[in-house]
């Protein structure tokens, strides 16, 4: 677990490796500083995965560092990712899920590559705020499946987008601009999380009294890796844990006169 806090939150995370995997290649990255959260989830063969979802944690956080917007970092993620495959055949096949959020003012900005997901809870309900780049995810838009089918579709894990894919194209991050409130809790997660843990399950793990201190923060987290580890926990499961502080709320004052 880790544990830091910033002005306007409070956060924690979680990382296992699950009962079947004798590896761990998710990754975490927080620079408390400059409001940034990184989740990556990796994978290829040997330390490929390992690899590929530290570098892509690293080169995204340089960039947006250096105010860069987050296509331009995950396009030069990707691309050192895919360069140092192709130079290093054992490293062959190597790629990663991302999932970002960055504080900028009163808003959160959230971006993710791949199936790593991002839920928001908030007054008792959760909803999810990333959409999977996952082949199953377009079947569901495009209402050929459920989303109780896809979960046991044999292709539920074949990713549109990732970084470092060898599929051609630089992968474009989906985005979305949160005005959070104050209370908001924030998830970021891989998907050895969401893939052993429904929703409903979720919200029993997150379900807290108000206010959240940050060792109730931490609380949630072992809560949260607990239930997963109460699975078969087939795969790495890794989290980031966000409670706002400050939300945009106007002041008391312009409340009462209705501004």
Partial sequence: MSKQQKAQIQFTSFSHSGWQRNNNEDALLV????????????????AGGEVASQMACEQVHIALSQQLDITEAVARAHQQILTLGQQQPELHGLGTTLVAAQICADQLQLSWVGD?????????????????HSFVQQLI???????????????????????????????????????????????????????VLSEAALVTCLNHQKPLTQDDLELLAQRLLAAVLATDAPDNASGILLQILCGNKPPLWRRWLGR
């Fill in 31 to 46: 620079d408390a500083k400059l409001g940034i959260f990184l989740l990556a989830d990796g994978m290829g063969g040997h």
């Fill in 116 to 132: 790593s997901r991002i839920y928001r809870y908030r007054n008792g309900k959760l909803q999810q705020l990333s959409e999977d």
């Fill in 141 to 195: 838009s495009r209402g050929v499946l459920t989303p109780a089918e896809a979960d046991e579709h044999p292709q539920r894990h074949l990713l549109q987008q990732a970084l470092g894919q060898l599929s051609g194209k630089t992968p474009k991050p989906s985005f979305c601009h949160e005005d959070f409130q104050q209370d908001d809790l924030y998830l970021l997660c891989s998907d050895g999380v969401s893939d």
